[in-house]
């Protein structure tokens, strides 16, 4: 791997909330996925803004004192079901860049990965409503930011096999367009799933041809 640009320590100053119990017996674990699946069911039905513990628990058939064992409050169960997205995603990305050799690989790569990523979420909607939850919690909104600047930095490790990058401050900008360019995108597909299909299939393209400007040339 070439040289990268390091994550700032900022990105993990803020932990949010995280499940109180881990659980090791199958039937723990077995309990623990009940709650998740109830919880992304309740959050796909409603939102996550609305949800209460009393609903999840009553959905997954236990008691509301065994979720509180396993969950302390709200914010640690939507961090859990945001850090299963955030594995797949981080797996997706990984599998979608192994094979940039060159710039032309890395922009149909890039294309491919935000195609994959538009159609995932269309298809899962509990993924838009988990992020309305993070956007309001600050704890775990710190913890998306984190996520998007390790997904940036796959990009930027990409970017770095194929650009000339020399000195520390090439690094760094390459390492800030690469972030930029994914928390972007991410915007982008909050927006593109909250509008009319065309519409947000449209301004899917019109980020990509902005992203791959930038991805092609980023230290212009």
């Known amino acids: 791997m070439t040289r990268s640009a390091s994550l700032p320590s900022q990105a993990v100053a803020v932990e949010a909330p995280s499940a109180r119990k881990n659980p090791i017996q199958e039937r723990s674990k077995a309990r623990v996925e009940r709650i998740l699946e109830a919880a992304a069911e309740l959050i796909v039905r409603g939102g996550s803004d609305p949800l209460k513990m009393s609903e999840v628990a009553a959905s997954a058939g236990i008691s509301i004192g065994s979720l509180y064992q396993y969950f302390p409050e709200k914010a640690a169960l939507i961090r859990m079901l945001a850090e299963r997205i ?17 710039l032309a690989s890395l922009q149909s790569s890039f294309a491919a990965l935000v195609d994959v990523y538009y159609a995932i979420v269309n298809e ?19 913890l998306q930011i984190a996520e998007s600047r390790v997904c940036g930095q796959m990009l930027a490790d990409a970017m770095f096999k194929v650009h000339k990058v020399r000195g520390r401050a090439d690094t760094k900008r390459v390492g800030q367009a690469a972030f930029l360019i994914w928390e972007m995108g991410e915007a982008t597909i909050r927006l593109a799933i909250a509008v009319e299909p065309t519409e947000g299939a449209a301004l899917v393209e019109a980020y990509k041809r902005m992203a791959l400007r930038e991805i092609t040339d980023p230290l212009a």
């Open 86 to 102: 955030n594995a797949g995603s981080r797996a997706c990305i990984r599998d979608g860049l192994k094979d940039v050799t060159d």
């Open 124 to 142: 899962r909607p509990v993924m838009r409503d988990i992020w309305s939850g993070m956007q309001a919690d600050r704890q775990l909104l710190t």
